[in-house]
């Protein structure tokens, strides 16, 4: 229920910010995409900080310039979004025989940015400068891991806390991620732009599991990307 809400939430903010700017002539919709470079960064069970690698995965949506003053506006946008992270770990088969694992997740979001950009005149198009938060809803994902002896593939869910009756094979996470953004890009005349991304999660998005009152694991989500898209 409370995933629906923040989902039809989503919707209503950016539909409203779209209304809005079509009552403005300068405002223009844009379409975008691209890649992410995304890691998972925190603490373990333990509280030791983990050093995850980066996941390539993919971003695709739209946003929209609502003008503010002189050369600054208000870009609201929705996304849809992939993360995740690449852990490396070594895994007991019995006593004393470790075996190396490569573990891979992957976790998809519905994604609202919510940006302030400055949108200056350079040359004959303009530079961009975007800063703000955004807000993210999971709706799923997946995990593979390479060398373990539980298996090849595990499931994601986004629930929180960890059910009674979970998986040992599922990685569970919490269904609401928020931050900020950061980009930098440069808009042509004729309405194509490109844009260096980078995304700092401030949420803990591993779920509490209640029968372990000993875990300190802490986990957010980190990235960088490379947009490209086009302003009509």
Do not use: C, W
């Amino acid at each position: 229920m409370k995933t629906k809400l923040f989902s039809f939430l989503l919707m209503f903010l950016f539909s409203t910010s779209l209304i809005k700017a079509q009552d403005d002539p300068k405002v223009g919709f844009g379409i975008t995409g691209g890649l992410n470079l995304q890691t998972i960064t925190g603490k373990d069970y333990y509280g030791d900080k983990i050093d995850n690698g980066l996941v390539f995965g993919f971003h695709a949506g739209v946003n929209a310039n609502i003008h503010i003053a002189s050369d600054y506006y208000f870009q609201p946008g929705l996304l849809f979004s992939t993360k995740g992270g690449k852990a490396i770990y070594e895994q007991l088969i019995g006593k004393s025989n470790p075996n190396e694992v490569t573990e891979i997740t992957k976790l998809n979001y519905i994604e609202m940015p919510l940006n302030f950009l400055y949108r200056p005149l350079l040359g004959e198009g303009h530079m961009l400068l975007g800063f703000g938060p955004y807000i993210a809803l999971g709706i799923g994902g997946k995990g593979t891991s390479e060398g373990s002896y539980l298996g090849d593939n595990f499931d994601v869910k986004f629930k929180n806390p960890v059910p009674s009756d979970s998986d040992e094979n599922t990685g569970y996470f919490r269904p609401l991620d928020a931050g900020a953004n950061i980009f930098f890009g440069y808009e042509m005349n004729f309405g194509m732009f490109f844009q260096l991304n980078a995304q700092l999660g401030m949420l803990k998005v591993n779920s509490e599991n209640e029968y372990k009152d000993d875990d300190k694991t802490n986990l957010k989500n980190t990235g960088f990307g490379l947009s490209i898209g086009y302003r009509f």
